[in-house]
């Protein structure tokens, strides 16, 4: 009798971990934009720019460019500049460079974030090799252009943005396909 009073127990405990687990499972999402608000981590850059086209000319916001690879990433990525001082409603463009160095094709993804974050709905790419796959051959080196507006509407305060962008391979769930060079 004592052994399954106690087994219940035991189940009964099992059972509210794998809620508890469950539960803090869907609520990592919504902590986790928490925190990256709280910090102004990780701002996902706006949409598709939906104004008139007005150039600000009486202000200047000050654009870095940052580029890292994820961990096991060989490709030499970077930007072509370190920073563009901009003018809110105008039209500029940042040119990235990739390199395969290895002896065999790859793919790779490249990931976004906007520092600080409360500017990340003001920063509208309407261009960007982040919005594609990239597959390069072995030895291959590209160009990669990114075009960006900075909304007029953006606070006053904030006039300096980070862009950053982080490069995954890709390789082994998107498989490129390899130049036949042998015709």
Not at 1 to 22: C, E, G, H, N, Y
Not at 91 to 117: D, G, K, L, W
Not at 164 to 180: E, G, Q, W
């Amino acid at each position: 009798m004592a052994d399954s009073i106690s087994l219940k127990k035991l189940v009964t405990r099992l059972l509210v971990v794998v809620v508890a687990m469950f539960v803090f499972g869907f609520a990592l999402v919504p902590i986790y934009d928490v925190m990256c608000k709280a910090f102004g981590i990780n701002g996902k850059t706006a949409g598709q720019y939906e104004g008139e086209q007005v150039v600000d000319e009486s202000r200047q916001v000050r654009v870095q460019f940052v580029s890292t690879n994820s961990v096991d990433m060989p490709w030499d990525f970077y930007p072509k500049g370190d920073q563009l001082v901009v003018r809110p409603g105008a039209v500029n463009e940042m040119v990235f460079v990739a390199h395969n160095p290895t002896n065999r094709p790859m793919s790779a993804q490249a990931v976004p974030s906007i520092a600080p974050s409360t500017a990340a709905a003001y920063f509208h790419k309407t261009e960007c090799f982040c919005f594609t796959q990239q597959v390069l051959q072995p030895g291959e080196r590209i160009e990669m252009p990114m075009r960006f507006i900075v909304d007029r509407d953006m606070p006053k305060e904030v006039k300096h943005l980070t862009l950053s962008y982080t490069l995954f391979d890709i390789t082994a769930r998107h498989p490129p396909v390899a130049l036949n060079t042998d015709r």
